[in-house]
């Protein structure tokens, strides 16, 4: 069975950077994503950010699109979100994901790691 742990979460001023690490048992070529839940929005999972498994292809919400970027080290079984120009509205806690989408679209990808295995999720808190 598969388990992820996130790190690497804290609190960081308006304009600053983090890095976030989700390390995963057995992660193999499966995709890999990264969600988010704002506060007070209970059930709402935000896709954030999406890496295939071979790391060719990649996705981005419009909202982090240039300012985030995922990658993956497979030496390590470890996927990272690198978080730059931090905004008030990037506080949430975020999620990794790992799935097996059925194809390479962007629908595709989403689905399956909204329905695949997540992690206990990483509180971000961007102070302005």
């Known amino acids: 069975q598969v388990q992820l742990v996130e790190s690497g979460g804290g609190l960081v001023q308006a304009g600053g950077s983090l890095r976030l690490s989700c390390a995963a048992s057995?992660?193999?070529?499966?995709?890999m994503g990264w969600f988010r839940q704002a506060p007070g929005k209970e059930r709402e999972f935000i896709f954030v950010?999406?890496?295939?498994?071979?790391?060719?292809?990649?996705y981005y919400a419009d909202s982090v699109k240039g300012r985030f970027t995922i990658s993956r080290d497979y030496a390590k079984n470890t996927v990272y979100l690198q978080m730059d120009s931090l905004k008030s509205e990037d506080t949430a806690v975020y999620y990794c994901?790992?799935?097996?989408?059925?194809?390479?679209?962007?629908?595709?990808?989403?689905?399956?790691?909204?329905?695949?295995?997540w992690g206990q999720g990483t509180q971000v808190t961007v102070s302005s």
């Open positions: 950010a999406a890496i295939s498994g071979i790391g060719t292809i990649t």
């Open positions: 057995g992660l193999g070529n499966s995709a």
């Open positions: 994901a790992r799935a097996a989408p059925s194809c390479s679209a962007y629908g595709c990808f989403e689905a399956a790691l909204r329905a695949g295995s």
